[in-house]
């Protein structure tokens, strides 16, 4: 063999050894890629998200049987687990509303839940009635639903449009008031406890199903809330696990520091065998709740937390429903096994109002 092709041979086996090493390293890198791990090197990241996508949009698009509107980022409260704070102060012109829930309706929306932010701040509850009223007159839903703290709601309210609301849903994370001002619902001389009784009355009076949602935190996990729950009755008490979402109450630019509130599996379950009695007791766990909803901004897009932050689509408004829930992150197996589909048309519950 010449001398110059003997000196040339060692490097033919190093090109051919690390060519053989970059091939392993590649597969390795995109067969974890479902765990959402990926090895940092120059234009992998890229062709492995563009994949991902690819795979997205191949599969059939899900139903948005149903949907949570986020109208409004803007809050009257401050509770220091939020995972969805006011980021923006943005709210789509009403019609501009009305156009993208006419399209959820057409994609086989059958239930609609408004929530925030506090969704009675925008008019004075004004937008969310006009909504609630449009959903269940004109789009005739067979549920419309409102998840509020509140603290707004007066009974003019539901003279005006109790009779189109199937589920008010208020938030209530404590019995005891001092607790609640730790949290961050206080409202000065209002007592968030008080009001809770207020609106249960109204919505005896108004034939609207009463619903309950609590955050379980570090500083209400020891609390036993039996009695006061058995005595509201409310048609479902959705007790949920203190979640943390990144850029939203936790990370880099997030505007809440949850980090104080959250608390373990093990103490969610307590909490829960605590109250394992009530029957209208729903639970939903950190596992659950990350893709089991469907989610829209206030853009009207979907918002992905799949990843433990929240990434959202293009607006249906601008690409169509279809087109949008494809990134949404939604999964529909696990809406059903959380209980998502349940009796939410108050014409059949057939309660003693």
């Known amino acids: 063999m010449p001398l110059g092709a003997l000196l040339r041979l060692p490097l033919a086996l190093a090109r051919a050894a690390l060519a053989t090493l970059r091939g392993r390293l590649g597969a390795l890198c995109w067969s974890l890629s479902p765990l959402s791990l990926s090895l940092s090197l120059p234009g992998w990241k890229r062709v492995s998200e563009s994949r991902r996508q690819e795979r997205e949009w191949d599969e059939p698009s899900p139903t948005p049987t149903s949907v949570n509107y986020h109208f409004t980022r803007q809050c009257n409260y401050k509770c220091g687990f939020c995972f969805h704070t006011a980021k923006t102060s943005f709210v789509l012109p009403l019609e501009e509303a009305k156009r993208g829930l006419e399209m959820l309706k057409e994609a086989g929306m059958e239930k609609i839940n408004f929530s925030g932010g506090e969704p009675f701040l925008q008019d004075r509850g004004e937008f969310v009635g006009q909504l609630v009223k449009f959903c269940k007159q004109d789009l005739k839903l067979p549920s419309v639903s409102i998840v509020s703290n509140g603290s707004l709601i007066r009974e003019r309210w539901f003279k005006k449009y109790g009779e189109y609301l199937d589920i008010l849903a208020i938030s209530c994370d404590s019995f005891d008031e001092s607790v609640n001002v730790l949290i961050g619902r206080g409202q000065g001389k209002k007592n968030h406890v008080e009001n809770l009784h207020k609106l249960r009355q109204w919505c005896r009076e108004y034939a609207v199903a009463f619903k309950i949602n609590s955050v379980i935190n570090r500083f209400n996990v020891e ?49 829960l065998d605590r109250h394992k009695d009530v029957s209208c007791l729903v639970p939903e766990s950190n596992q659950k709740m990350r ?22 689509s293009k607006s249906i408004l ?16 696990m809406f059903l096994k959380r209980g998502g589909k349940y009796v939410w048309s108050k014409a059949d519950m057939k309660l003693d109002w």
């Open 318 to 333: 601008d690409v169509g429903v279809e087109a949008a829930i494809k990134f949404s992150g939604f999964d529909e197996n």
């Open 223 to 271: 609390e036993d809330m039996n009695e006061q729950i058995k005595a509201l009755n409310p048609v479902r008490w959705k007790v949920f696990q203190c979640l943390l979402i990144d850029g939203e109450n936790t990370g880099e630019n997030a505007l809440r520091e949850a980090e104080k509130f959250v608390i373990s599996d093990e103490d969610f379950e307590q909490f």
């Open 291 to 312: 893709d089991s909803y469907l989610i829209l901004d206030e853009y009207m897009r979907f918002l992905n937390c799949r990843n433990g932050r929240k990434e959202p």
